[in-house]
């Protein structure tokens, strides 16, 4: 069907600009210490609260979502991304950031679990290259902007950074968002046999709670989104930190955002062959490595964008395996709620990345033990999300064991 690769289309421009959000906000947060002298770890509260906003409101949109259709909701989710970003141009204080941020991140929340579950939804047949497609667009969007955007910060501040980004994100968030829609249930059962038994038993949201599987995913997946957003807030205070050069910088800043993105259609299609569970032990066992790796080279400009750029080729590919692996282990029926739920996870490793990384710098004066530690976390995840620990759940007469 044409539609669905039209609204996939639609779903990963959405995405590419509310990205925006997540992996250009160390560019803001260097220029909001700039321009306006506020500590880092003042600054990095509005990015614990973005991951906690944008992460829990998904549960909440999601059932609307799945129950009266995506479109309105989606209209109302870019009004509310551009506006809070273009509301920072006016801030006078740490509290009209995390405000004005928070806003903004409402929209984003909802914006992305209906970009997933489109994927998800629409494409049965291709669920891990399409989820893969789409948090492309959420992890490489931004290397189209970022240079710009940095640009804008040091020509004319980060106020009107702010200002002109948002009116960017009104200008093409809003068609895109008004075209979103959901197949009706009977029409995604319309595939192979062999394609239909994974959707059978669809999972409703306290009935996933209570499978072991779910807890397991949810524990992975908080560590693998620390060390993805441990990047987005902190790339350049790290490149700073560790007295990168300003062409080092400007490489890694366009390099790892395309790593991240490729590695969602890297990880859902390897999934799709050789199995959901195996492609993610190996990617996040990859991740753990390239974190050693770099947690031992970072004060080295070659070894830094090299692995900073490794680490997100393996890591970004969390955001396409963890809804894959609700639809696949909970059914479609029910996807935008029990993703919305599961995505949650997210806030812990944002809470961890953003406040928590800042304080420790503080602290430590150094990023290096918290980076090799979330590599040791990242093999961790590894073991368990393997296919000998995590096997899909079974309802026993349409109950839960």
Do not use: C
């Not at 955007?149 to 200002?163: C, D, E, K, Q």
């Not at 599987?213 to 524990?219: E, F, G, N, S, V």
């Amino acid at each position: 069907m044409k539609q669905r690769w039209i609204l996939l289309t639609g779903a990963i421009i959405v995405m590419m600009f509310i990205a925006i959000y997540q992996y250009s906000w160390s560019l803001f947060a260097s220029g909001l210490n700039s321009d306006l002298n506020w500590s880092m770890e003042t600054i990095q509260v509005a990015f614990s609260l973005y991951t906690y906003v944008a992460t829990f409101v998904q549960s909440f949109s999601g059932y609307f979502a799945d129950k009266f259709g995506p479109r309105k909701i989606a209209v109302l989710a870019g009004l509310l991304t551009a506006v809070g970003f273009s509301l920072n141009s006016t801030i006078t204080s740490p509290i009209h950031l995390y405000v004005y941020y928070a806003i903004g991140s409402v929209g984003v929340g909802m914006l992305y679990g209906m970009s997933a579950a489109i994927a998800v939804k629409w494409f049965p047949d291709k669920r891990g290259l399409a989820t893969g497609l789409v948090t492309f667009g959420f992890g490489a969007g931004t290397s189209v902007f970022n240079i710009l955007l940095h640009t804008w910060i040091l020509n004319y501040g980060v106020r009107m950074a702010f200002l002109y980004t948002g009116i960017l994100m009104l200008l093409f968030v809003l068609p895109f968002a008004s075209i979103y829609k959901y197949p009706e249930y009977t029409q995604q059962l319309k595939q192979p046999k062999k394609e239909r038994n994974e959707d059978t038993a669809n999972w409703k949201w306290h009935e996933m709670l209570k499978t072991y599987q779910w807890w397991l995913i949810y524990t992975s997946f908080a560590i693998m989104a620390a060390i993805v957003l441990l990047f987005s807030a902190q790339v350049t205070p790290i490149a700073k930190a560790n007295r990168m050069p300003t062409d080092v910088l400007d490489f890694t800043l366009i390099a790892y955002p395309l790593a991240n993105g490729f590695s969602r259609i890297l990880g859902g299609w390897v999934s799709d062959r050789i199995g959901r569970q195996i492609a993610a032990a190996l990617f996040y066992a990859l991740t753990g490595v390239m974190m050693v790796a770099l947690s031992l080279t970072a004060s080295n400009p070659m070894g830094f964008a090299f692995f900073v750029t490794l680490t997100m080729l393996f890591a970004g590919a969390v955001f396409a395996f963890n809804p894959a692996f609700i639809g696949d282990f909970y059914g479609s029926k029910y996807l935008t709620t029990n993703y919305g739920i599961t995505y949650t996870a997210k806030s812990w490793g944002g809470l961890f990345s953003g406040y928590v990384a800042a304080w420790l710098l503080t602290m430590l004066r150094s990023y290096t033990y918290l980076i090799a530690g979330l590599g040791v976390g990242a093999l961790i995840s590894a073991i368990l999300v393997n296919p000998w620990i995590l096997k899909k759940p079974e309802k026993r007469n349409g109950k839960v064991p």
